[in-house]
């Protein structure tokens, strides 16, 4: 497709389970960002990819959080053992250059 | 720490009202400056944008922001809103991040409700 997608769109699992998000970014795009906005904040940045170079992970909020971009392409983001503050809305978003960021959909995540 | 300052969150308006939505930042150095737009069940969408140059930008749907830097503001403004303007408006500031990109720190948004 033509925009950045996310997969899935809704993620309803158990506190204590772990769970993968998915995103695939505009072709071309060698930047990819993370964010995740919760009810009532901001959009909070939590990490940041750029081609082939080490990922910029300075917003990742604790070690449960990781993020792989195989390929420089497909990106996941992994939480693992699921607190129920980490409900939120995940976004990715990709550039290319100094352009502006694209932004997906979003995975709705709620954590029981 | 550099943030960014939403001072509305809900706004409420009668059709052909005029908008002003209120963003600073404190940062010291350089900034581009954003607004976003979320419009209901839709993802983000680049309204307008501040790099350099006139300090007042246009951006789409009528949309136009000031950035004083004497003030360290980029309000957003529209004349005359419309139901459609019904969205979700975020003001984000970007930096430079180490290795090269970018990242944009984020307001909390403002929520904003047209009435016909």
């Known amino acids: 497709g033509a925009g950045v997608s996310q997969s899935p769109s809704n993620k309803v699992t158990e506190k204590g389970k772990d769970v993968e998000l998915r995103c695939d970014p505009i072709?071309?795009?060698?930047?990819l960002y993370w964010y995740r906005q919760s009810l009532g904040q901001g959009l909070e940045f939590l990490i940041y990819?750029?081609?082939?170079?080490?990922?910029?992970k300075s917003g990742l909020p604790s070690d449960r959080f990781s993020a792989e971009r195989t390929g420089g392409s497909v990106s996941t983001l992994t939480i693992q053992r699921t607190q129920q503050e980490d409900s939120a809305v995940y976004l990715c978003?990709?550039?290319?250059?100094?352009?502006?960021?694209?932004f997906g959909d979003g995975t709705r995540l709620s954590i029981l | 720490a550099q943030s960014v300052s939403q001072h509305n969150h809900h706004v409420i308006l009668s059709e052909a009202a005029s908008l002003e939505l209120g963003c600073n930042y404190s940062?010291?150095?350089?900034?581009?400056l954003f607004w976003y737009v979320q419009y209901p069940g839709q993802h983000l969408q680049l309204l307008l944008k501040?790099?350099?140059?006139?300090?007042l930008v246009k951006g789409i749907k009528g949309f136009e922001a000031e950035f004083i830097k004497s003030k360290f503001s980029f309000n957003l403004r529209k004349p005359s809103v419309q139901w459609s303007d019904t969205a979700e408006y975020f003001c984000?500031?970007?930096?430079?991040?180490?290795?090269?990109?970018?990242?944009?720190?984020f307001g909390t948004g403002t929520q904003l409700k047209v009435e016909l």
């Open positions: 940062y010291g150095g350089t900034v581009n």
């Open positions: 072709s071309g795009h060698t930047a």
């Open positions: 990819f750029q081609g082939n170079s080490a990922p910029d």
């Open positions: 984000a500031v970007m930096r430079g991040l180490t290795g090269g990109g970018n990242k944009l720190t």
């Open positions: 501040y790099f350099s140059g006139d300090p």
């Open positions: 978003a990709s550039s290319f250059g100094d352009q502006p960021q694209h």
